[in-house]
């Protein structure tokens, strides 16, 4: 079994080798506050509800949310951000 195992992994080292790669993380948007990102998790779940059931009622939840949604976003970030001392 070890012999299958080391003759394996020569292959793939061989055809594919191993890359390393750097990843960096970016701050997302300042102005981004937790209640946008809950106003836009439970936008989710509306859309998800109106894709499910195709009812009337969810497809205009989800609309008004949205509307709501892209007011408080436009809203946000035209807000001059102070910087933090």
Not at 7 to 17: A, E, F, K, Q, Y
Not at 27 to 52: D, I
Request: with cysteine.
């Amino acid at each position: 079994m070890d012999h299958y195992n080391n003759s394996l992994s020569s292959i793939l080292d061989t055809h594919v080798p191993l890359e390393t790669r750097s990843v960096t993380f970016t701050r997302s948007a300042p102005w981004y506050t937790n209640q946008l990102r809950a106003m836009k998790r439970s936008g989710s779940v509306l859309e998800r509800a109106y894709t499910t059931s195709g009812l009337t009622v969810h497809k205009l939840a989800y609309q008004r949310h949205q509307k709501s949604y892209s007011k408080a976003l436009s809203s946000a970030s035209c807000v001059p951000i102070t910087p933090q001392q």
